[in-house]
Structures are given as structure tokens and as C-alpha cells.
């Protein structure tokens, strides 16, 4: 048999190698074939979770939350991780299976009545493991509580979240009660969407109930102070100077012990010219009041390090007006005005020392009679008088501490230089 197939092999002209090896080759192109199909199948996979996050809800309302788990991971339970605003630790839940397929769960009511929750969500399988997850503890979704709301979220089946008692308790609820029944006295009137019920009326837990009284806005608590804030920061400080250096009485006469300006007791000068200088390390603190909420008016110190022959510091008084361009975010524009003197770190300064008399003169010229004395590095001293403006950013964590970024301006006069301050900390207010 074999020696008739290599004969029709043969006489059909076919290589043998060619014979021989086709059929591993047809057998990995069905592989990577059936790889390709598998990948394919496995891309276009539902997600693990599938949630619409809810952002907003109306204020003293309970959160109704609905999610799909995919079929193949078969998960024991969904947990609910929640807390208000301000709150470090989570209070849990879990979710309960809905009738037609999902899990359902509501952040419930709470007395403190918070303007935003905080929440994530976790499935867990048969051997307690985490199955899939939407959200994080560090990252959570984030629900704004707010007066009115256009469109509130549901629950599943359409129908509304009944609202929380005024001061933020838990209402009675309805028993499940079959429709077509008497439960409680109360007969259950079967509905899915509150349009099935009488004028008057709302579908409530798959039963027409009287419908909840429309929610009105607080009315208009009188204005309050925000409170004060400390601010504690640190950065780099730079600044522009111009102008002219004086000698000063460095030089020690041996004759006399006296202190003169350099040996030939001449007041020679150098034209720093303008130059951008560091002022070094910077540290920052400000102390503050909100007589209005867009309003602060504060006490700032600032000092600066390494010192030069001069100790640089400065007192500041200023107004910042405050914008909220979210609820965590603030925004503010400061203008002030206050006292002190900047140092700036120069890297050489020279005067020049003459036998011969050249007084004023500010180059060292190319003459063996002649030298200069340097000092590298040379601090510069200016101001007394300073006008400070800029911006600030503050990021509240909770309600009493955030992080704080700042760039400031400070003129300085009469001995000029144009100080620039950015510095980063830590806000707190109470």
C-alpha cells in the first residue's frame, strides 16, 4: 500500500517533502484559525460589572443603585461600600438580587443629611474572592445631593425613592404586599409606573400610594462667617534686581583698627545691572478670616533661607477674593501690602582697589598697579516697604483640610528688587 501511494506520488509529480509535511502544516493554520476565533469571542466579552453611576440625587433621598454581573462568574454577593463627605471610613451593605435580574441596593437615609456620597461597589465569589469591582476606596464614584434635580435617578422597575423623614430618618416602609391584596388595611393596587395610578397617587414598591409632598428648598438660613484657615507652606523664591552696589567698610586698617572701605579708603561702586537671582528656600504662613464666603482677609509672615549678612523677612496684610470653580476647588485672587526686606543671592561683586586715583570706577582696568576685591557670592538687601499680589489654589479633602498651592508677587521699595514666591502646603480651616 505505502509503496503504491509513493508510486502516484511520484507519477503525479509531487515532491515527497511537499506530501509530507502539508499536513502539519494544515494543522497549525486550523490553531491559529481556532486562536484567532477565541480571541475574537473573548473580545467581545461583556464587562464584568455593568453600572450606570449615579451623580446626582435629590437632597434627604435615599440612592437607588442597580447593576448586571456577568453570567460566568457566578458571584455569592455584591457589596455596597458608602460614606458622606468629610467621612474617612465606609459603611457597607449588601445588594439584593431584583426580581427580573441584577442586584439592587439604596445608600439609605441619614440623619446628617450630607450634600455629597461617596460610594464603590464589590463582587465577591464562592471562595470570598473579589470577582470584579466598579470603583475604588481611594477613587469612589461620587453622588451630589442637591435641592432639585432634573431627572432623580429610579429604581429598576421605574419607580421613585420614597423620601427620607425631615430629619433625615428612615420612613416606614411598605410591606410586600401581593397586588390585589388587603395588607395593613390597605388594599395594593398593582402598578409598575406611577402614570398607571389615580391623579394624586404614586407607584411605590408595586403599589398606588398617595403621593409624597413635592420637596421644597430650605428657606434661606442668614448669613453665617465661613470661619478662619491656616495656611503652612514652603517653596523657592526668585527675583529680578537693578542697580548699583556701594562699597562698603570691610577693609580692617592695621594702622589704626579702624574699618575703612577697602585699603584705599575710596567708596568704589558696581553696577549690578538686571539680573534674575534666586532668594532660596522659602517658608510661608498665613493666618486668616472669611467675614463673607467670596471674602478673606489674612496676616501673612514669610522667610527665607539660606541668610545672607542681612536676616530677609516680611509681614503682609491682604484681601483675597475666592472663586469655587468646583466643590472641592477654590480659586483666589489676592492683593496686599505690608513690610520687610528680601535678600537675593548675587554671584560675585567686585570693587575696585587703586594706588592711583580713580575714584568711581566700576571695571578693573588691565593695569598690575591695580585690583579688585570680590565677594562671591554677595547677598543683595532691598526694601522695606512691599506691595504684594498674585494667585492661590486650594483642594479641600474634607470640610477642615486641604492642600494649598501660591504664586506671589512682592515689589519692594525703595532699595528695589521684584520678589517671585511659589510654594506649596497645607490648609486648614475651623
Given amino acids: 500500500m505505502r509503496a503504491t501511494l509513493l508510486m502516484v506520488v511520484l507519477g503525479l509529480g509531487i515532491p515527497v517533502g511537499v506530501a509530507a509535511s502539508a499536513a502539519p502544516i494544515e494543522e497549525a493554520a486550523s490553531v491559529g484559525e481556532a486562536d484567532g476565533r477565541l480571541l475574537r469571542r473573548r473580545s467581545r466579552r461583556p464587562p464584568a460589572i455593568e453600572h450606570t453611576r449615579v451623580r446626582k440625587q435629590i437632597r434627604n433621598h435615599p440612592v437607588p443603585l442597580f447593576l448586571t454581573v456577568r453570567e460566568d462568574l457566578a458571584p455569592i454577593s455584591v457589596q455596597l461600600f458608602y460614606r458622606a463627605r468629610g467621612e474617612s ?77 425631615p430629619d433625615g430618618t428612615a420612613p416606614v416602609r411598605l410591606p410586600d404586599c401581593p397586588p390585589g391584596m388587603v ?98 528656600g522659602v517658608v510661608r504662613v498665613e493666618l486668616g478670616w472669611f467675614p463673607i464666603p467670596e471674602l478673606s ?53 567686585s570693587f575696585v582697589q587703586l594706588t592711583e586715583g580713580f575714584p568711581g570706577a566700576m571695571i578693573c582696568p588691565p593695569d598690575t598697579r591695580v585690583r579688585c576685591q570680590t565677594f562671591s557670592p554677595y547677598w543683595w538687601s532691598s526694601g522695606w516697604g512691599t506691595v504684594g499680589f498674585g494667585v492661590q489654589y486650594v483642594y479641600l479633602f474634607t470640610d477642615w483640610f486641604g492642600l494649598a498651592a501660591e504664586l506671589a508677587f512682592n515689589p519692594m521699595f525703595p532699595e528695589f528688587s521684584f520678589n517671585i514666591d511659589l510654594d506649596a502646603g497645607v490648609y486648614f480651616a475651623f
Fill in 89 to 165: 471610613d465606609y459603611q457597607s451593605l449588601l445588594f439584593a438580587p431584583w426580581p427580573t435580574g441584577g442586584w439592587y441596593a439604596e445608600i439609605p437615609c441619614s440623619t446628617e443629611q450630607p450634600t455629597r456620597w461617596e460610594y464603590h461597589i464589590v463582587v465577591w465569589g464562592a471562595g470570598n474572592e473579589e470577582l470584579a469591582t466598579s470603583a475604588s476606596a481611594r477613587r469612589p464614584h461620587r453622588v451630589e445631593m442637591a435641592e432639585r434635580v432634573d431627572r432623580p435617578p429610579l429604581r429598576p422597575d421605574g419607580t421613585w425613592v420614597e423620601m427620607c423623614n
Fill in 297 to 349: 482677609l489674612s496676616l501673612l509672615g514669610r522667610l527665607s533661607f539660606p541668610f545672607g549678612d542681612e536676616f530677609p523677612w516680611l509681614v503682609e496684610l491682604r484681601g483675597t477674593w475666592w472663586f469655587r470653580p468646583g466643590d472641592d476647588h477654590r480659586l483666589g485672587v489676592f492683593l496686599g501690602g505690608g513690610a520687610g526686606r528680601m535678600a537675593h543671592r548675587l554671584k560675585r561683586v
Fill in 183 to 280: 395588607c395593613d388595611g390597605v388594599e395594593c393596587l398593582g402598578c409598575e409606573v406611577s402614570e398607571e395610578c389615580a391623579p394624586g397617587e404614586e407607584c411605590l414598591a408595586g403599589c398606588c400610594r398617595p403621593a409624597s409632598a413635592p420637596v421644597e428648598p430650605p428657606p434661606e438660613e442668614p448669613y453665617e462667617p465661613v470661619g478662619m484657615f491656616l495656611r503652612l507652606a514652603g517653596g523657592i523664591g526668585t527675583g529680578v534686581i537693578h542697580g548699583i552696589v556701594d562699597e562698603w567698610a570691610w577693609y580692617t586698617n592695621p594702622a589704626t583698627g579702624t574699618l575703612t572701605p577697602g585699603p584705599d579708603n575710596v567708596v568704589e561702586r558696581f553696577d549690578a545691572g538686571t539680573q534674575l537671582v534666586l532668594a532660596g
